[in-house]
């Protein structure tokens, strides 16, 4: 879903990309990612294992993905002297605090696939090599399966849904993240942790009312519940709002208020609904 929006958006800024997949390249073969580093200078990760609930049943196979390979690729940019850009996410934390996180929070993941993308950015820092780690959130885009598209789908089979409000945190696009790590790797941002989320926060619950006011239904047909009526394999951060600090230190905007980007953003991701 970020991968896609990213190189798209790298074309469009002059920039040439080589784009690649799994079936392209296995980010956890240290031979096929060393050979593909020649005439490259920046790689952005966008891969992962993204299945949260999954990831309990499947530690092993999320934290071959999402740790081993960010080491693999670090340790292959670090020798060829390549920048490596690596997506994160506000899983590191467990969304027990009642103010943004900072960069420099301890990580504290809660879940499977946090303690698998917490060991990928702790790797990525022990390679020594030059890196930025770009912590995301809440994603949505139009390349993949999201939550406006999820809650666009039920909205046109029911009259009612019902979605928590004890979730509070950033609905992000894809676009915007992908255009914040452009203009980190342009302006030669110092190495270390950025926050690429949107300001504001909301509830999922406030979140799908918006979602359902952009198909042109009523946000009353949303009805709220809590994350004890909703249980999931994987526990779920109740605060999921990251600081922006870093940003405002090297001079570069974060991305904009989340109900403005979305939006902007509605009619790209609900194409197929809004058609
Ligand atoms: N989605 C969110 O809400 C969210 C929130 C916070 C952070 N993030 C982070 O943002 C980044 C992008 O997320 P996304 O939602 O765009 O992910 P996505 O749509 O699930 O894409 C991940 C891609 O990685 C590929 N992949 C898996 N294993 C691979 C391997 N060994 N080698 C090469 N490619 C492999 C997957 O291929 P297959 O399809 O073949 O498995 C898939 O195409 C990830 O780092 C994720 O942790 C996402």
């Known amino acids: 879903m970020l991968g896609q929006d990213a190189a798209e958006r790298l074309r469009r800024g002059g920039h040439s990309v080589v784009e690649t997949d799994r079936d392209t390249l296995d980010i956890t073969d240290p031979v096929a990612v060393g050979s593909a580093l020649a005439g490259v200078d ?14 309990e049943a499947h530690e092993d196979l999320a934290t071959l993905i999402n740790a081993t390979g960010p080491a693999v690729l670090a340790a292959a940019t ?5 920048r490596l850009v690596h ?11 009642d103010a943004p996180y900072p960069e420099d929070a301890p990580l504290a993941p809660s879940s499977a696939y946090g303690r698998s993308k917490a060991a990928g950015e702790r790797a990525v820092g022990e390679a020594g090599g030059d890196h930025l780690i770009v912590r995301t959130a809440w994603l949505y885009g139009a390349h ?4 406006p598209k999820t809650i666009a789908r039920l909205a046109k089979e029911r009259d009612l849904l019902t979605v928590v409000d004890d979730q509070i945190g950033q609905p992000t696009w894809t676009v915007d993240v992908a255009d914040l790590v452009i203009r980190l790797v342009e302006a030669a941002a110092p190495a270390g942790t950025y926050h690429a989320t949107s300001t504001g ?6 979140f799908a009312q918006a979602i359902v006011a952009a198909l ?14 909703f249980v999931r394999p994987a526990p779920r951060p109740a605060y999921s709002v990251l600081g922006h600090a870093a940003l405002d230190t090297i001079g570069i905007a974060p991305i904009g208020a989340w109900s403005e980007r ?14």
Do not use: Q, R
């Open 216 to 229: 042109g239904k009523d946000p009353a047909m949303v009805g709220p519940t809590t994350s004890e009526a």
């Open 87 to 97: 997506i994160s996410t506000d899983y590191v934390f467990d969304g027990s605090a």
């Open 144 to 147: 993949g399966p999201c939550f």
């Open 78 to 82: 670090a020798d060829a002297g390549v």
């Open 201 to 206: 926060a909301v509830s999922w619950h406030g």
């Open 262 to 275: 979305w939006s902007l953003a509605a009619s790209t991701v609900l194409a197929e609904f809004l058609a």
């Open 42 to 55: 920046v790689v952005l990760n966008c891969a992962a294992y993204t299945a949260v609930d999954d990831a």
